[in-house]
């Protein structure tokens, strides 16, 4: 009765038929286990460095075609400037770095209308997921505050 092939292959059906349900499990495990997701990357890197150089280089390529202005120092000081430094999505000060709200590959713009800072922990797990859909509900006036400052503050260049 319990055959552990028909028991992967039930998970990796179900895997296949529910992929949100997927990166949910995923994220939770990565949440919890952040040294095995480290070495993860490391060996991922090592196995194949090649590949890891192209990512790299495609996320160079994606951040020059993007549409926007583009973001300087000085933009992203008056980005952090929104949220006091904070992530704008949970509030922590921990590993800022800048996030598209609309992912690049969506065609969200690279400047300072599109980006907000986000700690690693919420950039690593919203990864090319629109807001939208990877903010749980009471994340998301947050995120209209954020989206109205954003906009009331865009300051016309040239
Ligand atoms: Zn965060």
Excluded at 11 to 29: C, L, V
Excluded at 32 to 58: F, G, I, M, S, T
Excluded at 87 to 100: L, N, Q
Excluded at 128 to 139: N, R, Y
Aim: with cysteine; hydrophobic share 30%; aromatic share 6%.
């Amino acid at each position: 009765m319990r055959d552990p092939e028909k028991v992967r292959a039930r998970a990796r059906e179900s895997r296949q038929r529910h992929p949100e349900k997927e990166r949910e499990r995923k994220r939770r495990f990565n949440e919890k286990n952040p040294e095995k997701r480290a070495e993860h990357l490391r060996n991922y890197r090592n196995r194949d460095p090649e590949r890891a150089r192209n990512h790299v280089r495609q996320r160079r390529a994606m951040l020059l075609e993007a549409p926007g202005d583009g973001v300087g120092v000085e933009d992203w000081i008056t980005i952090l400037d929104w949220t006091s430094g904070l992530c704008a999505y949970c509030g922590s000060g921990e590993k800022i770095t800048p996030d598209h709200v609309i992912p690049l590959v969506h065609g969200g713009a690279h400047d300072i209308t599109n980006i907000v800072p986000a700690c690693r922990r919420c950039n690593c797990s919203k990864k090319d997921t629109p807001v939208s859909k990877w903010a749980p509900d009471w994340l998301l006036p947050w995120w209209i505050v954020v989206a109205a400052i954003t906009t009331t503050e865009r300051t016309p260049r040239g």
